[in-house]
């Protein structure tokens, strides 16, 4: 009895099935446990197949794992077996998977089902030819055949266009013929080979970072995604300037929620989203490399997985990269901190090589471990992205990025008391039914000016009169205020922000209210429109032709924009771009830098007489002085009272705070 519930609870700590826990086991020499284990996440990382190969070397295998493991204290391996052609054999799955369980390592499968590649292109199968059939269910069968547990990299999508799939296609569109055929391949050449091979497998499937586009491509996050035991998410964002997908920094954060929104985890204690994955590649510094791991873990991943085995164990310091600008700061990535700490290991070939990526990562992890537990789940504003919909392509990892926390999910959040809507809801043939329920409920509904363009004729006019013209503006100034009143200036005095491009938006005077607007050469143009609609208010956000140019938009348009987003939000962030807030429902909250400089923010707590206490430095945090006028705002526009305080942030580091009554 006692033998079970030690298994049941070690299969507690490493996501096994409870099956395979209970299962009997021969009796065997106890394997040593790694020398420590992070408090709130597990450490994996991810080992492809040429390197599979090379490690079935014992003596490659003890060198690259004692220096995996001294720089970086990981609880499991994913062992691939098949990518791009290249087979495993039986003999080497079995031989390292042994010397890995024998140093108390957890060992799961990994397959990419991916077919080399040219020109920089990715490869995929063609699923119309049988040999690619036949290979694809050979990888997945090898992998079940060895492993209890079984992971996709990212490769299981469909881009070829030969002879064989225009014909197979038909008159459907590709995004159709793609997604019914990745359907049946995945419960027909992945999952019923593998089960066929060990019916105990768990199949998880990784999706990528590129969600918006996945239909294209036959990645289907409705049904395969259930069809799976679990799904796992690519959080790797890399640098958003230089990179081919230009992925902002707040996606790190943003896709976790939104794949654990897709699959959270079941009544049945089943892992739903099994973690985050985040690899070195185009990490123009060191930081950068730490944060996609933070705002990973920021998201309550379970589990980090670190790709890949290559630069974690080789014998190759890492360089610390464009940090010069903060080199000298107390920022929370301390470069020298972690050189200083590095424990060299024997030297070969006359000296050790300093610390790797294995280094970098094993001082972030163990950075952010001290700050994970103190804080509760997830909060942000809701927000919908169904199924298989694209539009204003990753808006919402922009407006992170900009200090809006997102709570993004596939369902329409009925009833949530504050709701965003983007284009991308306007796939759903229902949404402006949806939308009239919550306004009837009392709600507040924000629409992007994208979503208000996409439905005009279907319906939106029976909500409100207001249209996308069809025109863009360039516009320089913003103004607060409405009514017969004077508007206040938004701009920064100090700070001369360049001319944006905006749609044009029509509405009708005393109909609709502009509570934030633009104006360019004596004419106002709304950012944003107010319209009540039963008992319920409906807000047009109206945004920039090109959704970077938010971060060219004045500090206090963003912030009074803010204002009426979060009006009931425990906490709000005043800031420049690129400083995100992280918020939990235990009345703890994140923010976190992604900026060259040190940067002042105020941080606007609701209600009076609350405190804060900076929970990285253990410091309560001073309030700041009342303003008299604010406060009768407050009273005279019904708007809850909130409490000012300011805090400093290094560039590229994080603090935490608590809210405290």
């Known amino acids: 009895m006692r033998r079970a519930f030690q298994a049941l609870a070690c299969a507690a700590l490493f996501g096994l099935p409870l099956t395979a826990a209970l299962a009997p086991q021969p009796a065997q020499a106890k394997p040593a446990a790694p020398a420590h284990h992070y408090e709130n996440f597990r450490v994996a990382i991810y080992i492809a197949v040429n390197s599979t190969r090379q490690l079935a070397d014992k003596a490659t295998f003890d060198r690259e794992f004692e220096r995996a493991m001294r720089q970086t204290h990981f609880n499991k391996v994913y062992l691939e077996v098949y990518r791009n052609h ?29 077919a080399g ?6 490869g995929t199968f063609d699923y119309e030819k049988p040999a690619d059939r036949e290979e694809c269910a050979k990888a997945a069968r090898l992998a079940g055949k060895h492993f209890d547990e079984v992971i996709l990299d990212d490769f299981f999508f469909y881009a070829s266009k030969s002879d064989a799939d225009i014909a197979a296609k038909g008159g459907r569109s590709w995004t159709q013929y793609r997604l019914e055929t990745m359907r049946g391949v995945a419960r027909d ?9 060990n019916p105990k497998v768990r199949m998880v499937i990784k999706y990528p970072n590129w969600y918006e586009h996945f239909q294209g491509a036959g990645y289907d996050l409705e ?79 379970p589990e980090i997985t670190l790709f890949n085995w290559r630069p974690m ?47 970098l990562a094993g001082y972030a992890l163990e ?35 900009i200090g809006i926390p997102i709570e993004l999910s596939p369902k329409f959040p009925v009833n949530a008391d504050v709701a965003l809507l983007t284009q991308a809801a306007a796939h759903d043939p229902r949404i402006v039914e949806e939308i009239k329920g919550n306004l009837v409920a009392g709600k507040t509904v924000f629409i992007t000016s994208g979503l208000l363009s996409a439905l005009q004729g279907k319906g939106i006019e029976d909500i409100l009169e207001v249209r996308d013209t069809g025109h863009k503006v360039a516009i320089h100034d913003f103004l607060n205020g409405y009514g017969a009143g004077n508007g206040e200036s938004l701009n920064d005095p100090a700070h001369d922000n360049p001319a944006v491009l905006f749609p044009e938006i029509h509405f009708y005077t005393n109909d609709s209210w502009p509570i934030l607007r633009g104006v360019a050469n004596a004419k106002g143009f709304p950012i944003l429109l107010m319209n009540r609609y039963s008992k319920g208010i409906l807000y047009v956000l109206t945004m920039p032709e090109n959704p970077g140019d938010l971060y060219n938009l004045p500090q206090g348009l963003v912030t009074e924009v803010k204002k009426y987003l979060q009006r009931d939000f425990p906490v709000r962030l005043d ?23 040190p940067v002042t923010v105020t941080l606007s707590l609701l209600g009076q007489g609350v405190h804060l206490r900076n929970l990285s430095t253990d410091q309560a945090v001073a309030s700041a002085a009342v303003d008299a006028k604010a406060a009768d705002r407050w009273k005279r526009d019904g708007v809850p009272a909130r409490t000012d305080f300011a805090a400093t942030v290094q560039p590229h580091s994080y603090q935490v705070f608590k809210i405290e009554k």
């Not at 590649?117 to 990715?122: S, T």
């Not at 050449?189 to 091979?197: G, H, N, Y």
Request: glycine share 10%; proline share 5%.
């Open 86 to 114: 290249v087979f495993a054999t039986d003999e080497e799955i079995t031989r390292i998977k042994a010397w890995f369980e024998e140093k108390g390592v957890q060992v799961s499968g990994g397959i990419t089902l991916a």
């Open 117 to 122: 590649g040219e020109g920089g292109q990715f």
């Open 189 to 197: 050449l992945v999952l019923k080979p593998a089960k066929e091979a």
């Open 223 to 301: 049904q395969e995604s259930q069809d799976f035991d679990a799904i796992y998410t690519g959080t790797e964002t890399r640098d958003p300037v230089v990179t081919d997908q230009l992925l902002q920094q707040y996606e790190s954060y943003e896709i976790y929620r939104y794949y654990s929104n897709i699959r959270p985890k079941d009544a049945k204690g089943g892992i739903g989203n099994g973690g985050g994955w985040v690899d070195d590649n185009s990490t123009l510094y060191a930081d950068r490399y730490a944060e996609q791991l933070w705002d990973t873990l920021f998201a309550k991943a």
């Open 313 to 359: 164990s080789e014998a190759k310091a890492v360089q610390p990269g464009n940090r010069q600008a903060w080199a000298d700061l107390p920022t929370t990535f301390r470069w020298q901190d972690m050189v200083a700490g590095y424990k060299a290991g024997a030297p070969r070939d006359g000296q050790d090589p300093r610390p790797g990526w294995g280094r």
């Open 367 to 401: 950075t952010v471990d001290k700050d994970l537990g103190k804080l509760g789940q997830p909060i942000g504003i809701a927000s919908y992205k169904p199924y298989q919909s694209s539009g204003e392509d990753f808006l919402h990892n922009y407006l992170g990025t």
């Open 575 to 597: 800031s420049p771009d690129h400083v995100s807030l992280f918020a939990y429902d235990n009345g703890t909250f994140v923010v976190e830098s992604f900026r060259d400089q």
